[in-house]
């Protein structure tokens, strides 16, 4: 079983910051990569940012030079510095991890959602 965090969602006003966290924890042996996804209403969930085990990143467009993706390897755990905010970043916020369970099997990775976190920007 695996087990997914999110925390650091919230209400902010056009301008400000907020920083996301994802924690990672069960049944894995070695995390391949991790990344935001954001779905608005009435929208498709879309990549925000993704970092893979190695530290290579990338952005969606919309958000580069205002988001940043970074991880803790020691601890699991991924976050997203997202700075200058717009309305149009509201959105439901969803981790995607990607994992190997098994070291003797390490061609077999998995994806795993977490709940989401809600992010609202008011203008």
């Known amino acids: 079983q695996v087990q997914l965090v999110e925390s650091g969602g919230g209400l902010v006003q056009a301008g400000g910051s907020l920083r996301l966290s994802c924690a990672a924890s069960?049944?894995?042996?070695?995390?391949?990569?991790m990344g935001w996804y954001r779905q608005a209403p009435g929208k498709q969930r879309e990549l925000v940012a993704r970092?893979?085990?190695?530290?290579?990143?990338n952005y969606a467009t919309s958000v580069k030079g205002r988001f940043t993706i970074s991880r803790d390897n020691a601890k699991n755990t991924m976050y997203l510095q997202m700075n200058s905010l717009q309305p149009e970043d509201t959105a439901v916020y969803y981790c995607?991890?990607?994992?190997?369970?098994?070291?003797?099997?390490?061609?077999?990775?998995?994806?795993?959602w977490g709940q989401g976190t809600q992010v609202t920007v008011s203008s």
């Open positions: 995607l991890l990607n994992y190997i369970s098994d070291p003797y099997a390490p061609d077999d990775d998995y994806n795993y």
């Open positions: 069960g049944s894995i042996f070695s995390i391949n990569a």
């Open positions: 970092i893979t085990k190695g530290g290579t990143t």
